[in-house]
């Protein structure tokens, strides 16, 4: 399995960006998918997770009004939706997968698969 996450960049802030995680030598629907963001001098987050058993979601607290996930299983890809963006959300942003059903197992551990991270940076 492995991931491939682009989409970042520098977008003032209010903009937008839709990062793209390219999943490949799986069945993307066999696994739970995660996004997760480490801001410079702070420890990673997760962010948001797409459930294999049903398609369900879970988005963090501080994004969920601004932030969706979603996904393609025909072009094996998920998306994270990033609206109305401030210097707070500039990260390194990591798309990551497991085996496991639900949001709840994802992520109370730590996932097995990790793409190389995408820079998104919010900024004037």
């Known amino acids: 399995l492995q991931l491939q996450a682009s989409g970042g960049g520098l977008v003032q802030p209010g903009g937008s960006l839709r990062l793209s995680c390219v999943v490949s030598?799986?069945?993307?629907?066999?696994?739970?998918i995660g996004w997760f963001r480490q801001a410079p001098g702070k420890e990673r987050d997760w962010v948001s997770c797409?459930?294999?058993?049903?398609?369900?979601?879970t988005t963090a607290d501080s994004v969920k009004d601004r932030f969706a996930i979603s996904r393609n299983n025909a072009l094996n890809t998920v998306y994270l939706q990033m609206n109305s963006l401030q210097p707070d959300d500039t990260a390194v942003y990591y798309c990551?997968?497991?085996?496991?059903?639900?949001?709840?197992?994802?992520?109370?551990?730590?996932?097995?698969?990790w793409g190389q991270g995408t820079l998104v940076t919010v900024s004037s």
């Open positions: 990551a997968a497991d085996r496991v059903q639900h949001c709840k197992t994802f992520l109370t551990t730590t996932p097995g698969y």
């Open positions: 030598g799986v069945t993307l629907g066999d696994y739970t």
């Open positions: 797409l459930a294999s058993s049903d398609g369900s979601t």
